[in-house]
């Protein structure tokens, strides 16, 4: 009996789906474990083989967890809402709820094919209503809540309205503008909208106007992490900036948390490291340098307050407040110009050393507070208004930016560093005493801060401050498909929408182009927008959207209770599934979903929704798997494709070829006319009969026409050997090339398994003999390897064990199903197809699903013998193998006995033996 993947695998994802194979309670007396995918989103294009590469890894790792004895929760959802579903629509001419359908219906039908043990009874998608209901609701209660510093929680706005009610904000600064100070008085004398305007200052979700990526032509709101270049990442529009009134989440309020919290999970190093430099903690002062001739002051911060009498002119952001009020009449044309550059530039242009240097002179001059030296006051787009104060003193002798600045635009440079400064280069020592520094030449740079923040403070001109990078998040988007915010404006005023009034469901429309002024589409839906009101009220909806990780912020605690009518989770069943104990996910959410997912997690913390802070334990972020892309050699000029040996002699251009249509590296030239019309008459140059293409190793894209669909390789060599060979390529955390040829020995393995259960004329031979003592240490050596490593996710030298493994059970001869069996639940989670085909055919009932994990016995990989080198006066002559429990003389007799020995040492006298048990045997004549 031949072994029929098409027809064992058809089967059995049949069977258990039939008997619910996969399907989890939430309720067992069986230890938990919770294993998770990033949420993912369902593209049009479907997957390709580089995409289930942590699916498989996860899926494995949860199989194996079941068989060792834990409740297993391991789901699967899409999400649905977002800009690539918009956009892919209107590129198509279709309603993102009908593209997104048809997407999710491929997904999973693709999802299906390579056999996942995912619980689909808790599928959902973030596009159903029954889910964003609770998006919305989560939503709200940010919208209701505030942080208490002093608690360290977020806490509901009714406790700080209480506060203000009997002693102001004295105690409580205000996050939003630090300059808004009231007492009790002021509070109970200010009018609804003069309050509701201060607790929006306060407010965890608040309402903001703030300089955005606005890109005209997908007409909506982008991410910092969505531009590239200057363009956007999808579809490569124009991107500008512009101020708009927008939803934030103030996750700055959490950033000490989100540190903190680092320590308590395990993530990469290198992760670890993306979340501490992207929140950026910096411990310095704030000063305040008064703008010569006016009112107008420029208030910093620095991390080297000390370096004060080395200031040599300011920087401040473009976009900056003050520019307007502080720039002469004589710089106004100029610095309009550079004002009007800079908006075409995306923050990581920005922020990036580059060697091109740009500013402008705003004809200002700020004060030094300290020598009463007057410094000028420049606009640079590497200043960004929105981290510290949006404006920086330059000190060029010790910090290198700064001094190339200086240099370009021929600005003197004071020196206060000493021999330490060249004049050639900044010298941004962290040590080392400072000089020309009035009161504080001479002193360590720890001292010389301290000095510094001590005299500014008495002088109340500055303060002693810790700062942060990461700015709050920006939470609107100006686009149809997402969330619609839960939020009615009464007479402008943001209200929430009360709970039982959701889920305020996304109107269906057919037009979703972008409203007038950069607004929303739903701005263009005006019945659903203007609400019906009384005399004298206006009531109308919010038109922007939630952006893309609304939903993935907290998607996976929708999983633990997916159809729950009343709650998005009950506490319960949150208390018992707890942490995600493995996420599996792509690195590239680093500083984007898994920061939101956090911040959001420690929220429903402090709230008392939940009860733990960290959403994920540990974290493994899985490599790419990159195409091995195809290329032709067209001869310049004409329709003649030169084979890659003979390219060198003609001049010509590379062009992508569909690896579908290549054989290893023979291109099948009737399919390359048949491929493309314009290739339809090409001629080729071949070389020995064939025309071979070249090789290039990058990213899989159609555009570079070298992905490849798990489909397609599932249908020619089985789902059980497409999941080893993804996990054989390598570790999963690093990339690695694919190669369909390689795939071969892997489906050569389980062929050679199946030959020890069955054979093409006899059938099924497996026998109920008692292994041998060497099919044991095969067994047990097995055992001990595979869980080891899966337990690590070291998935590639696990199934190499696996390859190893069959080979020596071959070559014993082992057809015994006391051996076999333990090596097919071994495998279950790697290959579930034929694992499960196989053990029903050796006579097992109940699936392979539920049995037990095989327990390794130390005792059979006990080693009874040693190989032992034998030396003659040194050197190596031959290696004898002896039993570990003989003796000293025992050994010597059996060493001198060798035919090998024998010969290097006839005639000759035998001074002593050297024998160190386990180790070697040297004999000295």
Excluded at 64 to 79: A, E, I, S
Excluded at 234 to 248: A, C, E, L, N, S
Aim: include cysteine; glycine fraction near 8%; charged fraction near 25%.
């Amino acid at each position: 009996m031949e072994y029929n993947f098409r027809q064992i695998e058809r089967k059995w994802q049949e069977h258990w789906v039939k008997t619910n194979a996969y399907r989890v309670s939430n309720s067992s007396n069986k230890p938990k474990c919770y294993v998770l995918d990033m949420f993912p989103y369902p593209s049009g294009a479907g997957l390709h083989v580089g995409h289930p590469l942590g699916y498989i890894a996860s899926d494995i790792y949860a199989r194996f967890k079941r068989l060792k004895g834990f409740n297993v929760l391991h789901p699967m959802g899409y999400d649905a809402f977002g800009l690539p579903a918009e956009q892919y629509a209107l590129e198509t001419g279709q309603h993102p709820a009908v593209t997104t359908e048809a997407n999710i219906n491929s997904f999973r039908s693709q999802l299906d094919n390579i056999g996942f043990s995912f619980d689909w009874e808790r599928e959902f998608r973030t596009s159903d209503p029954s889910y964003y209901k609770w998006t919305q609701f989560i939503f709200l209660q940010l919208f209701e809540s505030w942080y208490n510093r002093h608690a360290g929680k977020a806490e509901p706005m009714e406790t700080l309205v209480r506060i203000f009610e009997a002693d102001g904000n004295i105690h409580h600064e205000c996050p939003g503008d630090r300059h808004i100070r009231f007492s009790a008085d002021d509070w109970n004398g200010y009018t609804y909208e003069e309050q509701q305007e201060i607790l929006m200052e306060y407010r965890l979700a608040y309402l903001a106007h703030a300089e955005v990526n606005w890109c005209p032509a997908l007409g909506t709101v982008l991410a910092n992490d969505e531009v590239i270049n200057g363009v956007s990442e999808r579809g490569g529009h124009p991107v500008i900036k512009k101020k708009m009134r927008q939803w934030f989440l103030r996750i700055t309020e959490y950033a000490d948390r989100l540190l903190e919290g680092l320590e308590k999970i395990t993530f990469s190093e290198a992760m670890k490291d993306m979340q501490r430099n992207w929140i950026g903690k910096s411990q310095g002062a704030e000063i305040k340098f008064n703008v010569a001739g006016s009112m107008e002051n420029i208030v910093v911060y620095t991390t080297r307050p000390d370096t004060i009498f080395g200031v040599d002119f300011m920087v401040i952001a473009p976009e900056h407040d003050l520019v307007e009020r502080i720039t002469t009449s004589e710089q106004h044309e100029a610095v309009n110009a550079y004002k009007e550059y800079v908006q075409s530039r995306s923050e990581r242009e920005r922020m990036a050393e580059v060697k091109q240097i740009t500013g402008c002179f705003t004809g200002a001059y700020a004060v030094n507070p300290f020598d009463g030296r007057k410094i000028p006051v420049w606009i640079s787009e590497y200043v960004l208004a929105g981290y510290g104060t949006g404006a920086i003193m330059a000190v060029p002798c010790g910090d290198q930016r700064d001094f190339n600045f200086a240099k370009h635009f021929s600005i003197p440079v004071t020196n206060i560093l000493g021999p330490a400064f060249n004049g050639e280069d900044a010298n941004p020592t962290k040590e080392g005493k400072l000089y020309n520094s009035d009161f504080i030449t001479g002193m360590e740079m720890k001292d010389a801060t301290e000095a510094v923040i001590s005299k500014i403070e008495n002088l109340g001109i500055g303060k002693k401050q810790i700062n942060y990078r990461m700015r709050d998040a920006g939470f609107s988007r100006q686009r149809y498909w997402g969330e619609p915010f839960p939020i009615v404006f009464r007479n402008g005023v943001p209200e929430a929408l009360p709970a039982e009034e959701l889920p305020l469901e996304l109107p269906h429309v057919e037009n979703y182009r972008p409203g007038e002024e950069g607004e929303g589409p739903l701005a263009n839906v005006t019945d659903w927008v203007n609400l019906p009101s009384s005399a004298g009220t206006s009531l109308r909806r919010e038109t922007n959207t939630m952006p893309g990780y609304a939903g993935s912020s907290w998607y996976f605690l929708r999983y633990m209770d997916p159809q729950n009518d009343t709650a998005f989770c009950d506490r319960k069943i949150s208390d018992y599934w707890g942490q995600v104990d493995l996420y599996i996910g792509g690195t590239e959410h680093a500083v984007g979903h898994l920061l939101y997912s956090r911040m959001w997690t420690k929220a429903l913390y402090d709230l008392g929704f939940i009860g733990f802070d960290e959403p994920y334990k540990k974290l493994v972020n899985q490599g790419m798997i990159t195409g091995s892309s195809r290329l032709v050699y067209r001869v310049r000029g004409t329709n003649q494709y030169v084979s890659a040996g003979l390219k060198d002699k003609y001049e010509t251009d590379e062009l992508h070829v569909d690896v579908n249509i290549v054989d290893g590296l023979e291109l099948d030239t009737k399919a390359f006319r048949e491929w493309r019309s314009d290739f339809a008459s090409a001629q080729f140059i071949l070389e020995d009969g064939k025309y071979i293409c070249g090789t290039l190793s990058e990213k899989m894209s159609k555009r570079l026409f070298n992905t490849v669909n798990p489909d397609m390789i599932v249908d020619k060599f089985g789902a059980d050997t497409f999941r080893m060979y993804e996990m054989f390529l390598g570790p999963v955390e690093q990339s690695k090339p694919w190669e369909t040829k390689g795939i071969e020995g892997v489906h050569r393995f389980l062929k050679k398994l199946w030959r020890l259960f069955m054979d093409e004329q006899k059938g099924l031979i497996v026998k109920n003999d008692a292994p041998t003592a060497e099919e044991l240490k095969t067994l047990h050596k097995t055992i001990r390897k595979i869980e080891e490593d899966t337990e690590r996710l070291s998935y590639n030298t696990a199934v190499s064990a696996f390859m190893v493994c069959v080979n020596e059970l071959t070559d014993l001869k082992c057809h015994k199903k006391a051996v076999l069996e333990q090596i097919l639940i071994l495998l279950a989670p790697y290959a579930p197809h034929v694992s499960e085909e196989l053990w029903q055919t050796i006579g097992n009932s109940g699936s392979i699903l539920d049995a037990a994990f095989p327990e390794f016995e130390g005792k059979y990989v006990v080693e009874s013998a040693k190989e032992y080198p034998v030396s003659v006066n040194g050197k190596l002559r031959t290696t004898i193998n002896i039993s570990l429990d003989a003796g000293a003389e025992e050994v010597h007799q059996i060493a001198l006995s060798n035919e090998v020995v024998q010969k290097w040492v006839e005639g000759q006298t035998i001074k002593k033996i050297v024998f160190v048990p386990g180790k070697m045997i040297n004999i000295v004549i």
